[in-house]
């Protein structure tokens, strides 16, 4: 508002012979929304009506006129009210000054409620220019008595804090005047008795407008901030603080103690704002309010041989589960329960970090409840791989053959003599001189022999070679692991015909027959190897370098020769010593004898009695029976043994579930 201005009459006079306030005299008054209420009814002669123009000019050239400044906004009346231009309308003096000039009387009656009324509703509105929390002011210069009613009006145009400037001349009714204006009267009610004397009020308006500034000019007793206002001041506190009871001093806004905030921890307060904070061993989050604990693990720097925990101020190790911490409170030790003795296992103990489970020595089974064993019957629950019988011993088992057979080196398999066990490659000469019908007798031969042997994956295995001009493999070692197969196989061999090259035959045995990936077993396992060479003439190459090379590679070497073979290299070829090595006969049809004096060398046992019954009392014979009765000793004692340390095995798990 614009507050009380103190108008003396002697003013007046003083105003009047003031100079005329030029361009660099301009009332710096502050923003005012200024509204003339003209009375252009048809008792105002319109000389007086161009002196009421003249004087609304004269107090528009005292003001700082613009938008951000004063507003003028003019509204005429009589029995009707016309807006001539809006608070917004100009916002220069000049454009303003012309529309004063432009103003058409509308000379009819004088109806100021009217006019009062819409003054308040519709010049004083955002849409016609009014500012927020600027003064607003209206001077009503009117010659008469008002039609309408004026008073309510005019007090509701005074509560909604327009300042109401009441000018009459000649006939006005200083009773309505009253009514309009806003107190004091002194300072709002002016009446005058011609047109000629209102430039008079212009001056003392001006005045007001434009009076001193008494933050400059008084001991305002402001704290912080003065603002002055016409003839007046009030006191305001810069931002974050407010004003106190007394209207100068300012206190600070403290939100913190008022709990005007959201921060989660703490609060710091400035006037009329705040920060927020953390306690210690918080962070403040990118929020700016809440706090988050701070990671000390994510530091990298903890050691934690497992797992970083972080906790308030700090953090601490922890191991995962089987494990526990040591001393140093960073490196985990799993925890051994088996070494411990923390277990209930009646034979074997498997740790794992912190857990165990129970397991059983060999030939026992865990029990249902994981902890006890069983012995188990090794024969139904292994794959023993017996031939014939499998004989069930606490932990273990071994294999028994039916009568009249023995069981084979690989403890399993059954045959006719022990020395069943063997790979064998029988090399046969497919040369021209053979013919076809003495080959196919020497397929014969071959497949007598194989009658003779226990062919098996684990026992016997039997491999043939055919050669001529060049060698032939007709099968490996691995081809074929009964006797029938092999059988077959032999059978469906086709001959060769052409020369005789037994010593690149002989090569060929030594450098592919006997290899693992042909089906023969590894050295290390001692299984014989053996070759039998079967030919009918004298070899077209030297047979020296390979026949003593097969020798010394640990092949036993049986040479079998008919016809025009050539005794001196069957010498050369059959190991020692040469009588159980080395045959011979002349006539393809007798080769079936040398099969059966083969098979003699082969299962010594079983020639007894077949090709000749020697002496009992001779010296040869007693040799051979204590060499035999000794191996069979050997055995026994072998076999005594092994029972020996299964007793002794049982006797000590009895012992252990006591």
Known sequence: MMGKFF????????????????????????????VFLIDSSRSVRPHEFETMRKFMIDILDTLDIGLNATRVGVVQYSSQVRSEFSLKTHAKLESMVKGINQIIPLAQGTMTGLAIRYVMNEAFTAAAGDRPKVPNVVVIVTDGRPQDRVAEVAAEAREKGIEIYAVGVARADMTSLRAMASP??????????????????GLQFQDK??????????????????ENSPGSFHCLCLPGYTL???????????????????????????????????????????????????????????????????????????????????DDGKTCQAIDLCAEGKHDCEQICLSAPGVFSCDCNKGFKL???????????????????????????????????????LLQEDGKSCGTCKSA???????????????????????????QVVDSLDVSAHGTRVGLVQYSSRVRTEFSLN????????????????????????????????ENSFLEAEGARPAARNIPRVGLVFTDGRSQDDITEYAKKAKEAGITMYAVGVGKAVEDELREIASDPLEKHFYYTTDFTAISTIAENLKLNVCPEESLGEIEVKDPCACESLVEFQQATMSSLDQITQKLAGMTARLEQLENQLLSRK
């Open 479 to 510: 081809a074929f692991h009964t006797a029938e197969e092999i059988k077959a196989a032999v059978m469906k061999v086709d001959y060769m015909e052409k020369g005789t090259m037994t010593g690149l035959a002989l090569k060929h045995m030594l």
């Open 367 to 405: 029990n249902r409840d994981k902890r006890t064993c069983t012995n188990m019957d090794m024969c139904k629950t292994a794959a023993h791989g017996c031939e014939h019988q499998c004989v069930n011993t606490p932990g273990s088992y071994y294999c028994v053959c039916p009568e009249g057979q």
């Open 184 to 201: 004091p009267f002194e300072d709002h009610v002016f009446l005058v008795e011609s047109f000629d004397l209102i430039h008079q009020f």
């Open 421 to 447: 066990n063997i790979d064998l490659v029988l090399v046969i000469d497919g040369s021209k001189s053979v013919r076809p019908q003495n080959f196919e007798l020497v397929k014969q031969f071959v497949n």
């Open 7 to 34: 108008i003396l009459l002697s003013l007046a006079v003083l105003a009047a012979a003031r100079p005329k306030a030029g361009p660099e005299q301009k009332c710096k008054s502050g923003p005012v929304d200024l």
């Open 209 to 226: 407008l434009c009076g001193m500034d008494l933050c400059l000019e008084s001991d305002h007793g402001c704290e912080h901030v003065c």
């Open 244 to 326: 106190d009871p007394d209207g100068k001093t300012c206190s600070a806004i403290d939100l913190c103690a008022e709990g005007k905030h959201n921060c989660e921890q703490i609060c710091v307060s400035s006037p009329g704002s705040f920060t927020c904070d953390c306690n210690k061993g918080y962070k403040l989050n990118d929020d700016k309010r809440t706090c988050s604990m701070i990671d000390f693990c994510s530091f990298g720097n903890h050691s934690c041989d497992h797992e970083c925990v972080s906790v308030l101020n700090g953090y601490h190790c922890r191991c995962n589960q089987g494990f526990r911490l040591l």
